[in-house]
């Protein structure tokens, strides 16, 4: 019996565990530009594929990010190279995977 609450547990603690992914760096073009609200926003598209390792690849084609985060004067058509997280909650939380474009540059 107590060997059968140990391998419980240990499910229990794995489940529960968090997962994160953090790419070096991720190439992106700028689509478009929306400046309707005060916070300008870049939208932006993945050149190329996913990155192996990605937790979730298809949350990584399309991201928005501020005009004011991406540095060296991009504008729309330019690539730019961004770090780009990923993470996924625990089984008791939030399980869903949550991309974060950290910073970005004008490739």
């Keep these: 019996m107590r060997k059968l609450a140990a391998a419980l547990l240990g499910c229990l603690l794995l489940a529960g565990c968090a ?5 070096r760096e991720v190439r992106y ?8 609200t005060p916070t300008e926003i870049f939208k932006l598209e993945l050149v190329g594929d996913a990155p192996k390792g990605a937790l979730d690849p298809a949350g990584l084609a399309r991201l928005s990010n501020t ?16 770090l780009v997280e990923q993470e996924k909650g625990s089984a008791f939380g939030n399980s869903n995977v949550v991309t974060r474009v950290k910073t970005c540059k004008k490739a």
């Design 19 to 23: 997962a994160s992914w953090q790419a």
């Design 29 to 36: 073009e700028i689509v478009s530009f929306d400046d309707s």
């Design 67 to 82: 005009k004011s985060d991406i540095t060296g004067g991009a504008g729309v058509g330019d690539e730019v190279l961004c």
